[in-house]
């Protein structure tokens, strides 16, 4: 059996920003964009955000001096975590790692900067310490493997990522192997998070991958106290990949490991919705505007999905075709699609269109199917196929890589461009602009505050739920 838990904590203890190849710290720091984007919107727009920021504040934890994006109070190290983890994962518009089928940034970021917070570490110790969090995430979620992990019910974002979250708030910390292994053993205890959700669009989604953020800043925590975890927590007879799959790999969470980047295979959303639909929503834009398609004249839509795809976003398809709120809009191929196809665009405000007549006409017409051609490129391409029949004609579009997949990946300025769109209404212009040139530079920082004062709002009263 492979020696996992040892060989993650001692390269996670080691890693080095200055050592790292100059493309996965310029990854690093454009993953840190996007994803504070995404908190910022999300503390303010998310449904679920109102009663997490009333939990948090019942039970102390908006006391204190870590900052949460988008807001002006200062909380507690382990509710800035929380509230970071699940504030990023709230509008499903986060990044994704196609094999290992996760979110990675949203468990990992919020753990190491609220670690920065309380030890004042500088910008490159932050940035390592997120290359380490998003290298264990991912490495775990594909030994599981993650479609065997999903066939069980768990939510890898959650499970894998609580370990990710201790590996960079342990690097933050200056942790030691011997103490990181300790971190991770703590982790596994805290190790959970449920597909369930799916059954009625509840946020517990959002919340366990908060949760594990936070568990993950507390597992470092315990071990940096000298708290013993449990050891050969990875690859032991009871531990996370033999007790939440039924025939891991543990060599693969190890396989070029400081050489291969998986941080390198991470895409960024340009659509904020769950992955499964965005070759789908790629192909519906561009039959529209090669076509000029109108919605009243679509006939028929077949979206053909890889298994896991129709797990998440196809079934069951009459749910599917009549959302009732954002979360069931969030994982609906109908859904997106007919937001593509009927206006020519998909974005965060599109959810205001879910009761719009033109999409519930289209939306019926829109079915979801298991695609032999498109289950062979998974999950190496989160790929899809899109066929519309209009006009009494047929249009046929397969999208292989996905725009914001590591192999179509945004450009600067498109990033920019994904993070004014979700922080303008809330930060204004000069200080968005501002957060994300520190972000950018954050290499340069000889700490984090700067940069997390300026991810709060001017004025107190922009504040949701307050």
């Known amino acids: 059996m492979a020696a996992v838990t040892r060989e993650l904590a001692a390269f996670s203890a080691a890693i080095q920003h200055d050592a790292l190849p100059e493309a996965v710290r310029n990854r690093t720091r454009a993953l840190l964009l996007d994803l504070v984007g995404n908190i910022v919107r999300g503390r303010h727009d998310a449904e679920s955000t109102a009663p997490l920021l009333g939990m948090v504040r019942a039970l102390g934890l908006a006391a204190g001096g870590a900052a949460v994006f988008g807001d002006a109070t200062r909380y507690t190290p382990a509710g800035a975590a929380l509230l970071n983890g699940a504030l990023a994962h709230s509008l499903d518009f986060d990044d994704t790692h196609a094999a290992g089928s996760l979110h990675p940034g949203a468990p990992v970021i919020p753990a190491a900067l609220a ?18 969090g998003y290298e264990v995430t991912c490495r775990l979620a594909v030994a599981l493997p993650a479609g065997d992990h999903y066939d069980r019910g768990y939510h890898p974002t959650a499970t894998c990522g609580v370990f990710g979250a201790a590996a960079a708030a342990s690097r933050v910390f200056g942790l030691n192997a011997a103490q990181i292994e300790d971190a991770f053993g703590v982790a596994l205890s805290q190790s959970a998070g449920s597909l369930q959700f799916l059954n009625n669009g509840a946020w517990t989604k959002r919340f366990q991958v908060g949760w594990a953020a936070m568990g993950g800043l507390a597992a470092a925590q315990l071990a940096r106290e000298g ?24 060599v693969r ?13 991470t895409a960024v959303k340009p659509y904020p ?14 039959i529209r505007a090669e076509q000029g398609l109108k919605a009243e004249e679509i006939d028929s839509v077949s979206l053909g999905l890889p298994a896991k795809g129709m797990l998440l976003v196809g079934q069951p398809l009459a749910y599917k075709q009549n959302p009732q709120n954002v979360v069931d809009g969030q994982f609906s191929g109908p859904f ?16 205001g269109w879910m009761n719009d007549a033109d999409l519930r006409a289209l939306m019926p017409k829109i079915a979801c199917e298991q695609d032999p051609e498109i289950e062979a490129e998974f999950p190496t391409n989160m790929s899809g196929k899109l066929t519309v029949r209009a006009r009494g004609a047929v249009f046929t579009r397969k999208v292989v890589v996905p725009k914001g997949e590591p192999g179509n990946f945004l450009t600067e300025d498109e990033l920019r461009q994904k993070f004014t769109a979700l ?3 809330v930060l204004g212009p000069d200080r968005t602009r501002q957060l994300a040139d520190a972000i950018l530079m954050l290499d340069r920082a000889p700490d984090v505050a700067g940069l997390m004062r300026l991810g709060a709002p001017m004025m107190a009263a922009r504040l949701a739920g307050e």
């Not at 969470?253 to 295979?265: D, I, P, S, T």
């Open 115 to 132: 670690a920065a917070e309380m030890m004042g570490a500088d910008g490159k110790t932050v940035l390592a310490a997120i290359v380490a």
């Open 227 to 250: 708290f013993r975890g449990a050891g050969e927590s990875l690859e032991g007879k009871a531990g996370f990949l033999r007790a939440y799959a039924p025939n891991p790999v543990p």
């Open 336 to 351: 997106v699609i007919a937001c593509a196809l009927a206006r020519g665009h998909f974005g965060w405000d599109s959810y």
């Open 253 to 265: 969470a190890l396989q070029g490991l400081g050489v291969e980047w998986e941080l390198m295979n």
């Open 273 to 286: 919705s769950c992955r499964y639909g965005h070759a789908g929503v790629d192909a519906a834009l561009a």
């Open 423 to 425: 922080c303008e209404a």
